[in-house]
C-alpha cells in the first residue's frame, strides 16, 4: 500500500532543482552518457544486471565494491568501479579501475565533457553567464556555474542531495544543499591525498609512484594551529598491484583479501572472494569492447551463458536451462525484459527518455505523465484511481489521490518542514542550519527532540513523552553505548570492519559472535556461555550446517541456480524439500512428514493455484482469480465453495462475501483508515485523534469505548459510556501503574524491561503480590506469588522447559524434548511414539491423522474413550464428537475466524476486531472483551449486553499476558486460575460458588469447555499435551516443528496460533512504544493501516 508521505518526501522525479531551491529557467541538451567504448550506458544503480556482475546493456562486466565510508553530515562512501569498457584507462586504481573521486572535467572547445567516478562520459555545452545552468534529461544530469569564475557544479539526479565541484577541471569538493562541505586535498603530484569533512574526519589516500595503496581513516588531533596533526585511526583498505600496474588484490582492515586475474588486455577473468568463491568470465571480442558469453563459478548452482545481437538484444541461458532475455534501446533503456518463468514486461519512453507506460506480463499497462519541465504529475494504474502531483520551486509539494490531499512546506533545501493530511492535520519539522533533524511536532503538539554532534551521530533523543536516550562512539563512528530512558545502558564492540562483536547488557552479562570473511556469522556466544556454531557450503555465504549447544545439528542444501534453499534437514534427519519455478517462485514443498504442496503462478508471478496433496493420494485445490493489479477476485475452495472479495477505486477492500451469510464490509475515511466494519450480525465504528491513533470504539452492543492519550502517544485512560474504565500511568515507556475500579497494580522492571514485580493493592492496602526472576538469557527463573505461593522453573541447553517445581503444593511437572523439538510430558506410564513431527502415541493416549496431517481421533484408556475431530477443506475443525456423544459444531469466516459454535443445541456467536475477539453472544449470556491497545494483552471483560447492563471485570495478568485474577470493580477475585506450564487450567476458583466463565487463557487463546481444547485464531491448541491439533499453515514461517506451541511457554506466545514470538523485554506490563499503552488504528484485513507515518529518517532506533 502506498505511503502519502514517502511520497511526498522525495524529489521531484524530474530535473534536477539547484541548491536555490528555485526552479530557475535551463536549457534541456539531452545526450546519453556513454562507456569509454562509446556505448550508451547508465549508472551502475540502474543498469540491469545478471548476477549482479555483467550488465545486460553493453555485456560488460561491471563490479562497484565500497572499501570504506568517512562518517558525517555529509557521509561518504568510498566506493571503487571495475568496467571492462575502460581497461584502456588507469585512473590510479590500475586499468579498468575507478573511484568516487577519481572523476573530473574535460573540455573540448565549448563542450564540456564529465568523466564520473563509473568512468562515463556525460556531455554538455559549456555553461555561460547568459545560460548558467544546462540540464542533461537523458543522463538524469544538471551542470552549472559556481560561485568562483572558474568553478562548475555537477548534480546527478539520482543523488539529488550531492553538488560536485570542479575547479579547472578537477573535484575540488562535495557539498550538500545546506553548505556541508567535503573538501578535496591534492599533493604536489595533483593527485587527491585527502577527503576531509570539516569535522576532524578524513580518508586519506596513500600512493605508490602513480597507483593508490591504501585509504587510511583519520582523525585531526588538534592543539594550536602549527601543531594540528592527523592520526591514522584504521587503514580502511590496502591495494596490490602486478608488474603491468594491474590491480590484483584488495584487502580490508580485517585482513580478508579478495584477488583478480586478467587477460594480455586487462580484461577480469576472475576474481576471487575473500571466503573463498571465485567468478570467472569468457569473452567475445577484445579489450574495451569485450562482451560476456560465459559467467560462471566456482559453485556449481551458479553459471550463465549469453547470447548478443547487435540490435540491443540478449539471451541468457541458465545453468537450470532457463532462459531471460532483455532488450534495450541505442539509450540503454530496458524496452523489454523475458524473465525466466516466461513472463514478459515491456517499457515505452519520450524523446527525453522519461518513462511513460510499462506494460505487465498479463497486458496491464500503467502510464505516467509529466508537466513541461519534465516532473511527474499523473500516474494512471489499471483498476485504481489516478495519482496527480504538484511541485512548488521545483519540489513535490501536493500530492492528490481520489479527494484526498497531502500538502507539504519545504525550506529552500527542499526538506520537508510542515506535512499537512487530508483532515488538516499538520506536523512540523525542524532542522538546524546543516540540516540536522532537530525536532518533529505532531499534531499534538508534542514533541521529538534529537541532539546531535558535529559529526552527524545522534548523542541525545528526547521522545515525546520527555524520556530521554543517550548514544556514545568510538573514534570510527561505531555506537559503543546506548543508555535507555531508564539509565540502562547497553555496550557494544566492533571488529576491525564494523561487525558486532560484543553486546554488553545492562546486566552485565554478554552476547558475542564471531565472523567469516563473507561476514556471516560462525559462532554466536549467548549469555551463559553456550555457543551455536554455523558451517557454510562451498565457500558461500550460505549455512549448511547449524549445531546447536546440545550437540543437535540443522543442515542446509542449495541446489538451485539462484542458489535458493532446496532442502532442510532437522535434527532427527527428517528433511524438508523445496522445489522453485526458474524465476524463484516456490513450485512445490514436501513437509517433514512427507505432505507435499504444490502452487501455480500466473505470468506476472501471482499465484493462481494451490494443490495438497494428503498421504492418500487425496487432493485439495485451492484457485484465485485477480484483477489486473494483482489484488484477489475470487478464491475457489477445494469444497466448491466461492469466496468474493471487492475493492474500492483506492484498491481497499470494501467486501468479502463467502455465501455463508455472514457478509463482511468495510469503510474507511479520506486517510484510507477502517471506520466501520459490519460482520454480519454486528458493527464496529472507529474514530482517530490528531494523530491517527485510535480514540473511539463503538462496540457491537452499543457501547462505546474511549482511548485518552498523553502527548506522544502514552495510554492515559479507557473509558466506559462515558466512565472511566482503567487509569494508567507510564514512565519512559513502561507502565508503572494502572487503575481498574478500587484496585490499584504497580509495575516494577529489571535492567533489562522484564516484569519484575506487580503488587495488588486496595485503598493503601496490600491484597497480593508476584515477583520474577530471570536467568542471565531472559529465561523465567521464579515467580513468588502471594496467593499462590513460589514457582521454579528449569531448562535445557536450547532454552526448552524441563521442569516446574510448585512449592506450595508440591506439585511438579517434567519434560523432555527430542532433538526436533517434540515436547514429552513425563509423570505418566506408557511410550511416546513420533513419526515425522506427529505424535502417534503418549502413555495411554492414541492419536490418529487424516491425510494432511490433522489429529482426528484420540483414544485414551482401556477401554478406549474416543474423541473424533473432523475438518473442513481449509483444514479448520467444524466438529467434534465426544466420547459421551456430545455433538459439538464450529462456522468461519471469510477470514477464517470463528464465528459461531454449537454445543448440543446450544450456539454462541463470536464477534471480531481484527485477530481480536471482542465479543460473544449465547442465550444465556454476552461479553465483551478490552485489550490493551495494539496487543492480546486482556484488559477488561465486561459481562452484560448493552450500555445499561455491560458490568466491568478487571483482568491481573501475569508476565506474559496470561489471566490470573479477574476483578470486580470493588476488587473482590470472581475468577482465579493456576496452569500447567503449558496453558492446562490445574486449578480453578471462583468467589462465593458463584460460577464465573472465564474462557480468555494463553495471548490469543479461548477456552472450549466442551473440548477442553484453546481455539487459537487459526489452529486449536491441546494443553494437554501441550502441540496443535494441526499442522502450521504457514509451514516454514511458523518454524521447523509445525504442531509445537512456541519454543518456551514461560517466555513465548502465539497469540495468532502462527508462529510463536517472544515478547519484547519492554512490553512486559506494557509499554507506551512497542504497541501496549498506544492507541493504533485497527488492523486491516489486508494490512496493518499506518498512521502518523514519520518521513524523517533518523538513527534514533537502531
Not at 512546506?409 to 526538506?415: H, W
Not at 460458588?993 to 490469543?1004: I, M, S, Y
Request: overall charge negative.
Amino acid at each position: 500500500m502506498f505511503d502519502p508521505q514517502e511520497v511526498l518526501a522525495c524529489p521531484a522525479s524530474g530535473p534536477l532543482t539547484l541548491r536555490s531551491g528555485k526552479q530557475e529557467r535551463y536549457e534541456d541538451a539531452s545526450r546519453q552518457a556513454k562507456n569509454p567504448n562509446g556505448d550508451s550506458t547508465d549508472t551502475v544503480e540502474r543498469t540491469a544486471t545478471h548476477n549482479g556482475q555483467v550488465s545486460m546493456v553493453t555485456g560488460e562486466g561491471l563490479l562497484p565494491l565500497t572499501n570504506g565510508t568517512l562518517d558525517g553530515i555529509l557521509p561518504f562512501d568510498f566506493t571503487r568501479f571495475y568496467r571492462t569498457s575502460a581497461v584502456e584507462i588507469d585512473s590510479g586504481l590500475g586499468f579498468g579501475w575507478s573511484h568516487s573521486l577519481s572523476q573530473h572535467l574535460e573540455f573540448h572547445g565549448e563542450q564540456v565533457l564529465w568523466i564520473d567516478p563509473e568512468n562515463r562520459r556525460t556531455p554538455f555545452p559549456r555553461p555561460t553567464a547568459e545560460r548558467p545552468v544546462i540540464h542533461n534529461s537523458l543522463s538524469r544530469a544538471a551542470i552549472y556555474l559556481g560561485e568562483r569564475p572558474d568553478e562548475l557544479i555537477l548534480a546527478l539526479a539520482d543523488d539529488p542531495t550531492r553538488f560536485y565541484h570542479f575547479r579547472d577541471g578537477r573535484l575540488s569538493a562535495i557539498s550538500d544543499a545546506y553548505g556541508n562541505r567535503l573538501t578535496v586535498q591534492r599533493d604536489r603530484c595533483d593527485r587527491i591525498q585527502r577527503l576531509d569533512n570539516g569535522a576532524d574526519r578524513a580518508l586519506l589516500l596513500r600512493y605508490d609512484l602513480k597507483h593508490l595503496v591504501a585509504v587510511d581513516y583519520q582523525v585531526l588531533q588538534r592543539g594550536t594551529p602549527e601543531a594540528n596533526t592527523w592520526r591514522t585511526e584504521q587503514t580502511l583498505v590496502s591495494y596490490r598491484y602486478d608488474a603491468r600496474q594491474r590491480l590484483i588484490e584488495a584487502t580490508n582492515a580485517a585482513g580478508e583479501s579478495e584477488r583478480y586475474d586478467y587477460d594480455e588486455q586487462h580484461v577480469i577473468l576472475q576474481r576471487q572472494l575473500a571466503g573463498g568463491a571465485s567468478f570467472f568470465w569468457a569473452w567475445e571480442r577484445s579489450g574495451k569492447a569485450a562482451r560476456c558469453i560465459h559467467h560462471w563459478a566456482s559453485f556449481t548452482q551458479m553459471e550463465a551463458r549469453y547470447a548478443w545481437d547487435d540490435q540491443g538484444c540478449v539471451a541468457v541461458n541458465n545453468a537450470d536451462g532457463s532462459e531471460e532475455v532483455y532488450v534495450h534501446d541505442g539509450r540503454a533503456r530496458l524496452v523489454r525484459q523475458v524473465g525466466p518463468d516466461g513472463g514478459e514486461l515491456q517499457k515505452a519512453y519520450d524523446d527525453q527518455g522519461r518513462l511513460i507506460a510499462e506494460q505487465d506480463a498479463l497486458g496491464a499497462v500503467t502510464e505516467y505523465q509529466y508537466d513541461e519541465a519534465g516532473r511527474l504529475i499523473t500516474q494512471l494504474a489499471p483498476d485504481e484511481a489516478p495519482i496527480s502531483c504538484d511541485y512548488r520551486h521545483g519540489f513535490l509539494c501536493t500530492f492528490t489521490r481520489g479527494q484526498a490531499m497531502w500538502t507539504c512546506q519545504r525550506n529552500t533545501q527542499g526538506d520537508i518542514t510542515a506535512i499537512s493530511d487530508p483532515d488538516g492535520q499538520i506536523t512540523r519539522y525542524l532542522y538546524d542550519p546543516q540540516g540536522r533533524l532537530l525536532t518533529i511536532r505532531f499534531p499534538d503538539q508534542s514533541a521529538h527532540r534529537f541532539v546531535w554532534n558535529a559529526l552527524g551521530q545522534l548523542v541525545e533523543e528526547t521522545l515525546p513523552d520527555g524520556a530521554q536516550r543517550t548514544f556514545s562512539y568510538d573514534a570510527l563512528g561505531r555506537r559503543i553505548t546506548r543508555q535507555d530512558e531508564h539509565g540502562a545502558v547497553t555496550g557494544y564492540e566492533w571488529d576491525a570492519v564494523g561487525r558486532l562483536t560484543r553486546t554488553t547488557l545492562p546486566t552485565g552479562a554478554c552476547r558475542a559472535c564471531r565472523y567469516n570473511a563473507y561476514g556471516q556469522v560462525t559462532a554466536e556466544t549467548d549469555e551463559l556461555g553456550r555457543v551455536t556454531r554455523y558451517e557454510y557450503a562451498d565457500d558461500l555465504h550460505l549455512v549448511s550446517r547449524r549445531i546447536n549447544p546440545d550437540g543437535s545439528a540443522l543442515k542446509y542444501r542449495y541446489d538451485h541456480a539462484q542458489l535458493l534453499l532446496t532442502e532442510i534437514e532437522n535434527e532427527v534427519g527428517d528433511t524438508y524439500r523445496l522445489d522453485y519455478t526458474p524465476g524463484g517462485l516456490i513450485r512445490q514443498e514436501t513437509g517433514f512428514d512427507g505432505r507435499r504442496t504444490t502452487y501455480a503462478y500466473d505470468a506476472n508471478g501471482q499465484q493462481l493455484e494451490t494443490t495438497e496433496f494428503g498421504d492418500e493420494g487425496s487432493q485439495f485445490v485451492t484457485q484465485y482469480q485477480r484483477d489486473s493489479a494483482g489484488r484477489l477476485l475470487l478464491k475457489t475452495l477445494p469444497d466448491g465453495i466461492k469466496v468474493e472479495y471487492h475493492y474500492d477505486n483506492f484498491g481497499r477492500l470494501v467486501r468479502v462475501d463467502d455465501g455463508q451469510e455472514h457478509p463482511l464490509a468495510f469503510e474507511y475515511d479520506r486517510r484510507g483508515r477502517l471506520i466501520t466494519e459490519h460482520q454480519g450480525w454486528g458493527t464496529l465504528r472507529y474514530g482517530y485523534d490528531a494523530c491517527g491513533r485510535l480514540k473511539r470504539l463503538r462496540l457491537p452492543d452499543g457501547g462505546v469505548l474511549v482511548y485518552h492519550h498523553a502527548k506522544g502517544g502514552v495510554l492515559t485512560a479507557v473509558d466506559l459510556n462515558g466512565t472511566r474504565l482503567t487509569s494508567h500511568r507510564f514512565v519512559g515507556g513502561r507502565e508503572q501503574q494502572r487503575q481498574q475500579g478500587l484496585l490499584l497494580s504497580d509495575y516494577a522492571y529489571d535492567e533489562q524491561g522484564y516484569l519484575q514485580a506487580h503488587a495488588v493493592s486496595q485503598k493503601q492496602r496490600s491484597l497480593y503480590r508476584r515477583e520474577y526472576a530471570y536467568s542471565a538469557k531472559g529465561n523465567l527463573l521464579q515467580i513468588a506469588d502471594s496467593r499462590h505461593g513460589q514457582r521454579c522453573y528449569q531448562y535445557d541447553a536450547l532454552d526448552r522447559l524441563t521442569a516446574v517445581r510448585h512449592a506450595r503444593d508440591q506439585f511438579a511437572e517434567n519434560f523432555t524434548h527430542d532433538p526436533a523439538g517434540n515436547l514429552q510430558i513425563h509423570g505418566r506410564p506408557g511410550p511416546f511414539v513420533l513419526q515425522g513431527n506427529r505424535l502417534r502415541r503418549h502413555c495411554n493416549s492414541h492419536y490418529d491423522y487424516d491425510a494432511f496431517g490433522n489429529l482426528i481421533r484420540e483414544r485414551r484408556g482401556m477401554p478406549p474413550q474416543v474423541t473424533q475431530y473432523t475438518y473442513d477443506s481449509q483444514h479448520r475443525l467444524i466438529s467434534i464428537r465426544t466420547p459421551d456423544g456430545k455433538s459439538v459444531s464450529y462456522r468461519y469466516d471469510a477470514f477464517g475466524r470463528r464465528i459461531r459454535k454449537t454445543v448440543d443445541g446450544q450456539t454462541t456467536q463470536f464477534f471480531w476486531q481484527g485477530d481480536q475477539l471482542i465479543a460473544e453472544s449465547a442465550p444465556e449470556h454476552y461479553r465483551s472483551y478490552v485489550y490493551e491497545p495494539g496487543s492480546f494483552r486482556p484488559l477488561a471483560l465486561l459481562d452484560g449486553k448493552g450500555r445499561a447492563d455491560a458490568c466491568p471485570f478487571y483482568y491481573q495478568l501475569d508476565h506474559l499476558g496470561t489471566p490470573q485474577e479477574l476483578t470486580s470493580y470493588g476488587g473482590a477475585i470472581v475468577w482465579s486460575a493456576k496452569y500447567t506450564a503449558h496453558g492446562k487450567l490445574r486449578e480453578l476458583s471462583q468467589s462465593d460458588g458463584e460460577r464465573f466463565e472465564q474462557p480468555l487463557r494463553f495471548q490469543g487463546q479461548y477456552f472450549d469447555a466442551e473440548s477442553g481444547l484453546h481455539y487459537n485464531r487459526h489452529r486449536y491448541y491441546h494443553p494437554e499435551i501441550g502441540r496443535y491439533l494441526t499442522p502450521d499453515p504457514v509451514k516454514l514461517a511458523g518454524g521447523l516443528n509445525p504442531y509445537r506451541y512456541t519454543r518456551n511457554p514461560t517466555g513465548w506466545v502465539s497469540p495468532l496460533g502462527l508462529s510463536g514470538n517472544c515478547p519484547l523485554a519492554n512490553k512486559a506490563g506494557g509499554s507506551a512504544r512497542d504497541g501496549v499503552g498506544e492507541g493504533v488504528s485497527p488492523t486491516c484485513p489486508l494490512q496493518k493501516l499506518q498512521s502518523n507515518t514519520c518521513i524523517a529518517q533518523t538513527q534514533a532506533t537502531t
